[in-house]
């Protein structure tokens, strides 16, 4: 069964510092991956779909890139607003279906 | 704009039942794909399940730990989504969130837009 890992689990960023959140699939996933962001008491937001193409309405600052086992999410400025957690989902193999990372949490230093 | 409405949530105990409902706006309902994805307290997203659309057959899949014990619905006349979660384990303590299903690989999606999700406790 596939493996989503993410790392590091925390990462404490500085304003207007930029930020690398790192996803591993425990098998291939092609550019099958998708990230989320999630606030604080909010549901998530789709950020990043096909492991680097922005959704809609989601700033340039946010990029995303790799394929197979091997992804990233680069934030390259943070913002006050970017300060959440996020998630990595792979939508390639099934079974067993949609399967999340553990998160990352983006947290200011 | 994307409106996504979950309710039913609540407190219910083990071996018990509960209904969810996600009422759905501002897209055409029954030409999508739903999901529901769950996250228990302090932890990270799970994905429950999901209904294709009846022109693609109206077919269920479910996670392996709901596989039996919860079943998915839709009524296209009422633009609403169920999830009937019956025989609950206290693991199923979770916020339960809908979502809409933008794209496919290999049976695997991944969502669009989120609803602000409902509150599901199983406690004695």
């Known amino acids: 069964e596939i493996v989503m890992t993410q790392s590091p689990a925390t990462l404490s960023v500085s304003p207007g510092e930029r930020a690398t959140l790192s996803c591993r699939a425990s098998q291939s996933v092609s550019s099958n991956l998708a990230w989320y962001q999630q606030k604080p008491g909010q549901a998530p937001r789709l950020l990043i779909y096909g492991a680097s193409t922005r959704a809609t309405g989601i700033p340039a600052r946010f990029s995303g890139s790799g394929s197979g086992t091997e992804f990233t999410l680069t934030i390259s400025s943070l913002q006050s607003e970017d300060f959440a957690v996020y998630y990595c989902q792979q939508y390639n193999n099934w079974p067993p279906g949609e399967t999340f990372g553990g998160g990352t949490k983006v947290e200011i230093k | 704009e994307v409106q996504l409405v979950e309710s039913g949530g609540g407190l219910v105990k083990p071996g018990g039942s509960l209904r969810l409902s996600c009422a759905a706006s501002?897209?055409?309902?029954?030409?999508?794909?739903m999901s529901w994805v769950r996250q228990a307290p302090g932890k990270g997203l799970e994905w429950v399940g999901r209904i294709k659309n009846k022109g693609d057959g109206g077919t269920t899949d479910y996670a392996a730990p709901v596989k039996g014990r919860f079943t998915i619905s839709r009524d296209d006349s009422k633009n609403t989504l169920y999830l009937q979660m019956n025989s609950v384990k206290t693991e199923d303590t979770a916020v339960y969130y809908c979502t809409t299903v933008l794209y496919c690989s290999g049976g695997t999606c991944y969502s669009g837009d989120w609803g602000q999700g409902t509150r599901v406790t199983v406690s004695s």
């Open positions: 501002g897209f055409t309902f029954s030409k999508a794909w």
